[in-house]
């Protein structure tokens, strides 16, 4: 399952630098994506691509954005429920430099 950041978010930025699959923005930033730019998911706090968010899987044992947010609104997000197999995979194809096993 993706993460979300909920409307909790104090805009501190201490998730973005934290995620290893860059899916993490600030609100009225556009994201990219195999080289598309796609509109801001929000205007006003940060927010997580669910595209591109694993929730870590392959880089640690937990989500990093959760682990340093401050107020706690790093939260799986029940629209993007992926199991671990599929997170696993979705990794893969977001860095295909690398190996993940």
């Known amino acids: 399952m993706a993460l979300m ?3 909790e978010c104090i805009n ?7 995620c290893p699959n860059e899916a993490i923005y600030e609100g ?3 994201w990219e ?9 929000s205007d006003d706090i940060y927010y997580i691509v669910p595209e591109k ?3 870590c899987v392959g880089h640690y044992d937990e989500s990093q954005c959760a682990s340093v947010c401050p107020v706690d609104c790093c939260v799986p997000d ?3 429920q992926e199991d671990h197999a599929t997170l696993l995979e979705k990794v893969r194809k977001l ?3 690398q190996n993940f096993d």
Do not use: F, R, S
């Open 78 to 80: 029940p629209k993007h």
């Open 95 to 97: 860095h295909p430099d």
């Open 53 to 55: 968010c694993t929730e």
């Open 33 to 41: 994506l195999n080289g598309e730019t796609h509109d801001p998911i």
């Open 12 to 18: 501190c930025g201490a998730c973005e630098p934290e």
């Open 5 to 7: 950041i909920t409307e």
């Open 28 to 30: 009225g930033v556009p």
